[in-house]
């Protein structure tokens, strides 16, 4: 019992936290990016979804990338796209399956 009250407290932290990056940090363009990104999509893919240029989405992720960068506290390596996924593919995940 112990264990699983640690575990659901711990993932409420962990999405807390991402939450507050993706609403805080993240302007509301950034956001939809940020969500296609994470389901897989490509650049021309998110740019065709969202009726903008590739160019607009590749400099919206350009930011998202350097806000990420900060907000983990400037990494030794380069924040890229894999970082972005790895960092919030699964909160999107989670959060698309509660709504």
């Given at each position: 019992e112990?264990?699983?009250?640690?575990e659901?407290l711990?993932?409420?932290?962990?999405?807390?936290?991402?939450?507050?990056?993706v609403r805080?940090?993240?302007?509301?363009?950034e956001?939809?990016?940020?969500r296609?990104?994470c389901r897989?999509?490509?650049?021309a893919?998110?740019?065709k979804a969202?009726?903008k240029?590739?160019?607009?989405v590749?400099?919206q992720?350009?930011?998202v990338?350097e806000?990420?960068?900060e907000?983990?506290?400037?990494?030794p390596?380069?924040?890229d796209r894999?970082?972005l996924?790895?960092?919030f593919?699964p909160?999107f995940?989670?959060t698309?399956?509660?709504r």
């Amino acid at each position: 019992e112990v264990v699983a009250w640690y575990e659901r407290l711990s993932r409420n932290a962990w999405v807390k936290r991402k939450g507050e990056f993706v609403r805080r940090w993240l302007s509301k363009a950034e956001r939809e990016v940020v969500r296609l990104a994470c389901r897989g999509l490509d650049n021309a893919a998110i740019a065709k979804a969202l009726y903008k240029s590739e160019q607009t989405v590749a400099n919206q992720l350009r930011s998202v990338y350097e806000k990420l960068r900060e907000w983990l506290g400037y990494p030794p390596h380069n924040v890229d796209r894999n970082v972005l996924i790895a960092e919030f593919a699964p909160y999107f995940s989670l959060t698309e399956a509660e709504r």
